[in-house]
């Protein structure tokens, strides 16, 4: 039934009339249209919501591990970053470098991830409401979020590869090595 008026005040002249025509029809769930449509959506929207936690914890945890490998492999090439700066590089060489490595690793996810989506699109197609399975600002989308946040974790931890002081690293190792001969 469609009224002007506020809904709370048009329930009590509908029992009226339903009475009046028939005083055994029962009459039970008046609602509105708005509250028909809210509950008929609450499923899918509190699906959505997990979903995008969960893609927000996967993106998060993806970006704490890209930055956990580049964070070891500048471990690992400490040495050798203090070497290239006591020749002479520029830290923003070494940056570069390790930079590189990351962009390489994502750009290899990144690739490996979209394609892997193509493949799997037609089994996909049934979780997406709203969008086709072939969307390709969604697959351009996406990619480029994952390249943003690994870019971002892989800068962040190959700017330690740049503040590397050649001498300190030597003097640390030399005296490391001085320490267990005389033991």
């Given at each position: 039934?469609?009224?002007?008026?506020?809904?709370?005040?048009?329930?009590?002249?509908?029992?009226?009339?339903?009475?009046?025509?028939?005083p055994n029809l029962p009459l039970a769930q008046i609602r509105t249209l708005d509250?028909?449509?809210?509950?008929?959506?609450?499923?899918?929207?509190?699906?959505?919501?997990?979903?995008?936690?969960?893609?927000?914890?996967?993106?998060?945890?993806?970006?704490?591990?890209?930055?956990?490998?580049?964070?070891?492999?500048?471990?690992?090439?400490?040495?050798?970053?203090?070497?290239?700066?006591?020749?002479?590089?520029?830290?923003?060489?070494?940056?570069?470098?390790?930079?590189?490595?990351?962009?390489?690793?994502?750009?290899?996810?990144?690739?490996?991830?979209?394609?892997?989506?193509?493949?799997?699109?037609?089994?996909?197609?049934?979780?997406?409401?709203?969008?086709?399975?072939?969307?390709?600002?969604?697959?351009?989308?996406?990619a480029a979020l994952l390249a943003l946040v690994a870019t971002g974790a892989s800068?962040?931890?190959?700017?330690?590869?740049?503040?590397?002081?050649?001498?300190?690293?030597?003097?640390?190792?030399?005296?490391?090595?001085?320490?267990?001969?005389?033991?």
């Open positions: 039934m469609r009224s002007a008026n506020a809904p709370a005040s048009v329930i009590a002249a509908v029992r009226r009339a339903v009475h009046d025509a028939d509250d028909v449509v809210s509950a008929s959506q609450s499923r899918p929207r509190f699906l959505t919501l997990v979903l995008t936690l969960f893609a927000g914890v996967s993106l998060a945890l993806a970006a704490v591990g890209i930055y956990g490998v580049i964070s070891y492999s500048v471990a690992q090439r400490t040495k050798e970053f203090g070497i290239r700066m006591a020749l002479g590089a520029q830290p923003g060489a070494v940056l570069n470098l390790e930079l590189g490595r990351g962009l390489a690793l994502t750009g290899a996810g990144v690739l490996l991830g979209v394609g892997g989506s193509y493949a799997l699109m037609r089994f996909l197609s049934a979780f997406l409401f709203g969008v086709p399975a072939n969307d390709l600002l969604t697959f351009a989308g996406v800068y962040i931890a190959a700017r330690r590869a740049t503040q590397i002081d050649p001498l300190a690293r030597y003097e640390r190792v030399t005296r490391n090595a001085g320490a267990k001969r005389s033991r």
